[in-house]
């Protein structure tokens, strides 16, 4: 097994969720079977290989867009946007009591 | 009039000149069709008739006037219900979303209804994108047109199933492993990737942000390039769109492509291909061949790695992404006595199992001492794949392979099996990890009647010598292809 039941739970606990039992023991098998696919990545040699972590155009450096100036521009959207939440009380979002859990 | 449903962008746009139909007739012609017909393929969601007749109507008032008539002007068009629309509801195919209405346009729906297309409405699709068959949907499955006890395929299933069964004249989908060209593949459509960077995605509601693109789905390869004409090019709302500039479609792809070396991975012919599907991908690039192309055969030796540092990246990036859904500031809320509770409260609810699926395996990726192993070495290896694809195009104009390894599959035959499921993407996730542009075609069917697709690749921002191959391709009668032998 590449997780068990405490890793399946820690990572619902960062991840914000509230798994049900069910779903505990579900996710477990399916999380081990991808994990262990996954493992195949291990069979190559990635010494000295830099990591893409975006797409970039090596053979077109004109095509990256220059960063637009930093220039405040109107957005006057605040009340479109409250009017979506699901609890708001102008100009602020409202949220239930923060408290140490 | 019903023939109106087979229209070409540019035969809508002759009979909107010649007075045979107004776009407010054509709008409701497209609309008394998918009151029809969806209930049976549930391929739209939601539909906007107040905004596309006002559109329509806008539309005929410029040709009363006589003035010059826009690009897509009267084009009926979809869009997947992951891309914002002001004031017409956005879902993602997620509980989370059921009433969130975007207060304002994506910029590639803003730049559609400037060129005068009509936005019928959303399209049906996986929860935020993330599936293969269209079945991770919260509001149920699209059906395939084509076979209707087949998944249409994913993540843009409905804009696929629109754009086949002619519920609209061209659709918007996305794709970020496959979502648009194994869809196409499925429902028998042609349907374009474009590079990453090409399309603005300002609107578009992220899944994974290295991967996630914008594209068309239409009938015909004129058609496809009409769209991408319209929504492609830099904006100034989207750091990560490039401002290269976009050719004129129209004309580069009725160039001939004689002499044009395509590419032939036998890695993408290997074990798992279907074999009928390996048949008519064979008769696809042999009738190229007949068109003057020159075959070069591949080597792309990193493509079995593909899928998995695929699934690594993007569930790590859609963990990230999904973290915004937390009862505060859109969507669904559920109640709780405490801020915490709230949260888990609201994401239980509101997410999907894949989506859940996708956002414990992409956490755990990330996590301490798992990111090196997993999210870091994933993104090596990206590098490597990447490095495929420009070694190839060294030797090759383009690259054709398969799109899916198999034709459309069953409604169920892989929902209790994720893995089976991701790798329905075998053939797709490269391209898009990569960032060139990538386009499905049809190249036949199978026995049965089930469409198979045939996939071309291209070096970034050649999305004009794509569409030429597969305008090549359909002129010579590729898309209907029959049986070799």
Redesign the interface.
């Known amino acids: 097994m590449k997780?068990n039941r405490e890793?399946?739970l820690?990572?619902?606990e960062?991840?914000?969720?509230?798994?049900s039992p069910e779903?505990v023991g579900?996710?477990l098998g399916?999380?081990d079977?991808?994990?262990t696919?996954?493992?195949?990545?291990?069979?190559?040699d990635?010494t000295n290989?830099?990591?893409?972590?975006?797409?970039l155009?090596p053979?077109?450096s004109?095509?990256?867009?220059e960063?637009?100036e930093d220039v405040p521009r109107a957005c006057d959207?605040a009340d479109?946007?409250l009017s979506?939440?699901?609890?708001a009380e102008k100009p602020f979002?409202r949220?239930?009591?923060?408290?140490e859990? | 009039m019903s023939a109106a449903a087979d229209w070409t962008i540019a035969e809508v746009r002759a009979a909107l000149l010649a007075k045979k139909v107004s776009a407010r007739e054509l709008t409701a012609e497209f609309y008394s069709r998918i009151e029809k017909s969806n209930s049976q393929l549930n391929a739209y969601l939601i539909l906007s008739p107040e905004r596309a007749y006002a559109q329509a109507d806008r539309v005929d008032a410029a040709l009363t006037h006589r003035d010059a008539l826009p690009p897509l002007a009267g084009v009926p068009i979809a869009v997947k219900d992951v891309i914002s629309t002001r004031g017409i509801r956005t879902t993602c195919g997620s509980k989370m979303l059921e009433s969130?209405?975007p207060?304002?346009d994506a910029t590639a729906v803003q730049r559609l209804e400037k060129a005068g297309a009509v936005i019928l409405g959303k399209t049906n699709c996986d929860e935020f994108a993330m599936g293969s068959s269209n079945e991770n949907s919260a509001y149920g499955p699209v059906r395939n047109p084509v076979a209707l006890d087949r998944v249409p395929g994913g993540s843009s299933g409905g804009s696929a199933a629109v754009t086949a069964a002619r519920l609209a004249v061209a659709a918007l989908g996305t794709d970020t492993g496959g979502s648009i060209r194994q869809p196409g593949a499925c429902c028998g459509v042609p349907g374009l990737m474009p590079t990453?960077?090409r399309v603005s995605r300002y609107g578009l509601i992220a899944f994974a942000s290295?991967l996630d693109k914008i594209g068309p789905f239409a009938l015909s390869i004129p058609d496809l390039s009409s769209v991408l004409g319209v929504i492609a090019g830099?904006d100034?709302s989207d750091?990560?769109?490039?401002?290269?500039p976009v050719p004129n479609y129209a004309t580069e792809i009725e160039k001939p492509v004689n002499g044009l070396r395509i590419g032939v991975p036998e890695d993408y012919f290997a074990e798992g291909l279907d074999s009928e599907v390996k048949e008519k991908l064979q008769a696809g690039i042999t009738l190229l061949e007949r068109l003057g192309c020159k075959r070069i055969p591949l080597k792309m030796p990193?493509t079995?790695?593909a899928?998995?540092?695929y699934?690594?990246i993007a569930t790590a990036e859609a963990?990230s992404n999904l973290?915004r859904y937390?009862?505060?500031?859109?969507?669904?809320?559920s109640?709780?006595?405490?801020?915490?509770?709230?949260?888990?409260?609201t994401?239980?609810r509101g997410?999907g199992?894949e989506v859940?699926?996708r956002?414990?395996?992409g956490?755990?990726a990330l996590?301490a001492g798992y990111y090196d192993a997993?999210y870091?070495?994933?993104?090596?290896?990206?590098?490597?794949i990447?490095r495929d694809f420009s070694d190839a195009f060294l030797k090759a104009d383009v690259i054709i392979t398969p799109t899916a390894p198999t034709p459309a599959f069953r409604l169920g035959e892989k929902t209790s099996d994720?893995?089976q499921m991701?790798l329905a993407d075998i053939y797709t996730v490269t391209g898009s990890?990569?960032?060139v542009p990538g386009l499905s075609v049809p190249c036949g069917k199978t026995k049965e009647g089930l469409p198979v697709g045939m996939q071309i690749l291209a070096?970034?921002?050649d999305e004009a010598r794509l569409l030429r191959v597969g305008r090549a391709f359909e002129k010579a009668g590729g898309f209907t292809l029959q049986r070799s032998g």
Request: no cysteine; net charge positive.
């Open positions: 997780i890793d399946v820690r990572v619902a960062l991840a914000h969720l509230e798994l779903e579900m996710y399916q999380l079977e991808i994990l696919y996954v493992d195949k990545l291990r069979e190559l990635v290989v830099e990591p893409m972590a975006q797409v155009f053979q077109a004109s095509a990256h867009p960063l637009r959207i479109a946007v979506r939440a699901p609890d979002f949220v239930p009591r923060v408290i859990r | 969130y209405i207060p304002y990453y960077g290295s830099h100034h750091s990560t769109s490039a401002s290269v990193h079995d790695y899928i998995a540092a699934y690594i963990s973290a937390d009862g505060v500031r859109y969507g669904l809320r109640p709780a006595e405490n801020l915490i509770d709230m949260y888990r409260n994401r239980e997410f199992p859940k699926r956002i414990m395996l956490t755990y996590s997993y870091l070495r994933a993104q090596k290896v990206r590098s490597l990447a994720p893995l991701y990890l990569a960032g070096p970034h921002f």
